[in-house]
């Protein structure tokens, strides 16, 4: 719902022999126009075939796919992965060549053993962080270059799915591609409809919202390879 932002609820209308599917917002239909203005009913068949029209026309542009997600991937780019890297790496290498010297120092008397273990419980201390960080800009920089060739292959496989002949998405493949490409539909009182998210606003949402984008695309790649 485009005016309380509820997710929208199917409902029927009509007898028995002649039922008809509308969408409506629950906020409205049980808390009235002071929890919610948005009373439109929205036509199911109607809504659904302007969606998956405006969807399908996406699908067979895959340059505005692959732009929307180097966007996203940007999005999810935390700095310069390389350069974070190295500096922890550096940092790794500098607690080590210190752990190195207070040994040498209580080895030559310098220092005393309990002096010595001081520094070197500091030290693993820091250690454990900089490999722990080293770790996660490690992890972030692989999955994304591994999300970046997956996301291609997908890119190409609904593509070319969808050259061939809209009939041969089912409603599940139509739902997973919605829910891959984190898309949204947001029903206004006019009755007008407007699709939101995905490629297409990759800059939209919350980091969360972005990284539950990330891993539908991950799942579904994972599912087409498994097909």
């Known amino acids: 719902c485009a005016s309380c932002g509820r997710a929208m609820s199917g409902t029927r209308v ?7 599917f509308y969408y409506r917002c629950p906020n409205h239909a049980t808390n009235g126009r002071e929890a919610c203005p948005n009373g439109k009913y929205h036509r199911a068949e109607r809504t659904e075939a302007l ?11 895959p340059e505005r796919i ?6 996203m991937l940007e999005d999810e780019r ?3 992965p390389e350069h974070e890297m ?5 940092r790794l290498a500098e607690v080590d060549a210190k752990r190195s010297r207070y040994q040498e120092m209580a080895a030559e008397g310098l220092i005393d053993f309990d002096e010595l273990r001081a520094k070197l419980g500091a030290l693993e201390a820091e250690r454990k962080t900089a490999a722990r960080e080293l770790e996660a800009v490690r992890g972030q920089a692989e999955r994304l270059a591994s999300l970046k060739l997956e996301t291609e292959a997908l890119i190409e496989a609904y593509s070319s799915k969808a050259h061939a002949g809209l009939d041969l998405y089912t409603p599940q493949d139509r739902f997973d591609a919605y829910k891959a490409l984190g898309l949204k539909v947001m029903a206004h009182p006019d009755g007008t409809t407007e699709l939101t998210g995905g490629p297409m606003c990759s800059n939209s949402g919350s980091r969360q919202r972005r990284e539950r984008r990330v891993q539908g695309l991950q799942l579904l790649w994972q599912q087409q390879r498994d097909d």
Do not use: H, P, Q
């Open 14 to 20: 009509g007898s028995k022999n002649n039922t008809r």
């Open 86 to 90: 190295r500096v922890w790496a550096k």
């Open 66 to 71: 692959r732009a929307g997600v180097a966007r």
């Open 51 to 61: 969606v998956w029209e405006e969807i399908s026309s996406l699908l067979k542009e």
């Open 78 to 80: 935390r700095g310069d």
